[in-house]
């Protein structure tokens, strides 16, 4: 070994990263042999500790069974515990294991995925698993797409390819509209605020009875901004509201977006993998239909955090939004048999992200994630029925597997019942519900998605409202 070498401590022998791996093992096979007894929530589990004193680094090191002691304590055993099947607010996945172990196989051989020249495998990997999704889909040929950390990224990639592709520029921004829907997730607003994109006009469409875009709305206010002598340019839609699940009407916002020539992005982070279902491929009905669609493997197709996918119907779109030239990358030029995902998103250096998403395709097929679906379909439908027969009102007529509802107390105010009510669930722990806002009315919201969510956790919901309303 040369004097320079300084990397004994971190380049560890085999015997050290045994040992390592055991005890990370472990404490994996602990965690999820204990889940099933674990809660959902843990309420008022943030007050500071001696051992976040722990969490600061000061380069003191620390043997790693001490570190994983913390971690079960002040990490696993705080807050809201997404792996648990209890989990049934915002949108839930839970996390399947074989995913983490294509994270760890990526990590430990480092390939970089971001340049086909550089690891052809990796990418050849990740533009098979684009070529899926987007079959899924209904796109046929000429289509692209990237794999994101979330749906929040590949949403942000959407529209500003709807942007290149629409020529939206500082001198033109103003008089550009943007049609959408109050029920969008905040990170579609997010993203146009960073594309610039707040300048434009933006109408919020009214909505219909399910939540849903007013399609004869939208047609009159395109017409009348264009006798305004403005530009629309965009449209987006939901397939699958973060709210209540809301599709949107695809087929006929469709055909105004083409009429028109307008760039149609749907947002199907939660809702785009109900495609694989029979239920799924007719509500979802029209997503072929648009220019570009978001969906999050690590939503409803259960994946740990981390994984969101934009695709879009052409690529040429997304190449003309995002390839860019280096002298220093000139190497790479030649070897491009395949798109690298470089030339297609905002991100150069990346981790082989693909392959938590592969993995678990390849080891179980896809038949086990339809079935996983399909039963939460027959979970929202059962609880809507139960739901019922206590008295609470739904909010909506879920299309997905999401469902606003409340209760209305014969005496007193409904929204401090139901906020009351929400607390003492989340105190409870074993499940995990939110609240949404909608017109100014507080509602209590569950999203059945998560892979680990069975009728159990339902019932045990159901018997936690069912014994804070009766009599009231
Ligand atoms: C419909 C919808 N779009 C976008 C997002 C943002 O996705 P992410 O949290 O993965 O960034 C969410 C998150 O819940 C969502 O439900």
């Known amino acids: 070994m040369s004097k320079l070498d300084k990397s004994k401590d971190l380049d560890l022998p085999a015997s050290e990263r045994e040992f390592l791996f055991e005890a990370i093992q472990q404490y ?10 674990q809660k959902a929530y843990v309420a008022n589990s943030y007050n500071a500790t001696d051992a976040d004193a722990f969490f600061e680094i000061n380069g003191d090191t620390k043997p790693i069974n001490k570190i994983l002691d ?3 304590e002040r990490v696993d055993g ?21 995913s983490s172990l294509g994270d760890y196989i990526a990590a430990v051989t480092n390939r970089y995925a971001s340049v086909f020249y550089a690891s052809p495998g990796a990418v050849r990997i990740e533009n098979a698993l684009i070529s899926w999704a987007a079959k899924q889909v209904g796109y046929k040929q000429h289509f692209g797409g990237n794999i994101t950390s979330g749906g929040s990224m590949a949403n942000l990639i959407a529209l500003y390819t709807a942007k290149t592709a629409k020529k ?44 849903k875009m007013n399609v004869g709305a939208l047609k009159k ?17 939901n397939a699958g509201s973060t709210d209540v699940g809301a599709v949107d009407d695809m087929p006929n916002i469709a055909l105004i977006a083409e009429k028109e020539n307008l760039w149609l992005h749907v947002d199907a ?22 220019d570009s669609v978001v969906m999050d493997p690590h939503k409803s197709l259960f994946l740990p955090y981390g994984t969101g996918m934009v695709l879009v119907k052409k690529v040429q779109h997304l190449l003309e939004a995002n390839s860019y030239e280096a002298s220093y990358m000139q190497d790479t030029k030649h070897h491009n048999q395949e798109y690298s995902p470089t030339e297609l998103s905002p ?21 086990p994630f339809v079935d996983c679906l399909n039963e939460k379909i027959e979970l929202t439908r059962y609880f809507c029925k139960e739901l019922q027969k206590l008295g609470f009102e739904l909010g909506n007529n879920p299309q997905l597997t999401v469902v606003i509802y409340r209760y209305k107390p014969k005496k007193g105010k409904a929204e401090i019942f139901n906020r009351n009510l929400l607390k003492r669930i989340q105190e409870d722990g074993r499940v995990f519900i939110s609240s949404t806002e909608i017109h100014a009315v507080f509602w209590l919201r569950i999203a059945i998605l998560s892979f680990r969510t069975h009728q159990k956790e339902i019932d045990i919901l159901l018997s936690l409202l069912r014994k804070e309303t009766q009599g009231r």
Not at 28 to 37: H, N, R, V
Not at 221 to 237: E, H
Not at 275 to 286: R, S
Request: hydrophobic share 40%; net charge positive; glycine share 10%.
């Open 269 to 290: 982070a939660y809702g785009g993998f109900f495609v694989l279902t029979n239920y799924g491929k007719k509500t979802l009905k029209g997503l072929n239909l648009a």
């Open 221 to 237: 206010t395109i017409s009348q901004d264009k006798k305004n002598k403005l530009t629309p340019f965009l449209i987006i839609a």
């Open 347 to 367: 991100e150069m250096s990346r981790n082989f992200r693909g392959l938590r998403m592969w993995l678990p395709l390849k080891l179980h097929g896809i038949k």
């Open 28 to 37: 994996a096979e602990d965690f999820l042999k204990q889940l099933p007894q």
């Open 70 to 72: 913390v971690i079960k």
């Open 168 to 211: 939206i520029k500082c001198n033109n921004i103003a008089t550009s509209v943007i049609y959408t829907t109050t029920q969008s997730h905040h990170s579609v607003y997010k993203a146009l605020r960073l594309l610039g994109l707040d300048e434009c006009v933006i109408r919020y469409i009214a909505l219909d009875v399910d939540f």
């Open 78 to 98: 705080t807050g809201l515990n997404p792996a648990s099947g209890g989990h049934l607010g915002y949108i839930p996945g839970g996390g399947i294991y074989t």
